[in-house]
Nanobody, 120 residues
Framework: EVQFVESGGGLVQAGGSLRLSCAASGFSFDDYAIGWFRQAPGKEREAVSVISSSDGSTYYTDSVKGRFTISSDNAKNTVYLQMNSLKPEDTAVYYC?????????????WGKGTLVTVSS
């Protein structure tokens, strides 16, 4: 069974930081790109940041470059997203996801999501 254990979401003030974690199981971790998508009310779901578990290649959407950093710990089958200098527009449900493709234009597995709220 494919599973994601997501943690680290919550409520922070603008300018603050959060660290999201996604512990994956039930599939070959090293064969997938894993990371985070987000969806805000009334907006389409977008890829935020994704990392290749095998070679460390990374993707960041333009709006988070310089503020967010993605990393992976293959021994723990876990991906982390360090989010600094958070803005109200970062408020969204964040979903851990895994894709067999690079770039990850198609997602094979989705987590349940965790809410990130940034107050002004």
């Amino acid at each position: 069974e494919v599973q994601f254990v997501e943690s680290g979401g919550g409520l922070v003030q603008a300018g603050g930081s959060l660290r999201l974690s996604c512990a994956a199981s039930g599939f070959s971790f090293d064969d997938y790109a894993i990371g985070w998508f987000r969806q805000a009310p009334g907006k389409e779901r977008e890829a935020v940041s994704v990392i290749s578990s095998s070679d460390g290649s990374t993707y960041y959407t333009d709006s988070v470059k310089g503020r967010f950093t993605i990393s992976s710990d293959n021994a723990k089958n876990t991906v982390y997203l360090q989010m600094n200098s958070l803005k109200p527009e970062d408020t969204a449900v964040y979903y851990c996801a895994a894709s067999r493709y690079w770039p990850p234009i198609y997602v094979d597995y989705w987590g349940k999501g965790t809410l990130v709220t940034v107050s002004s």
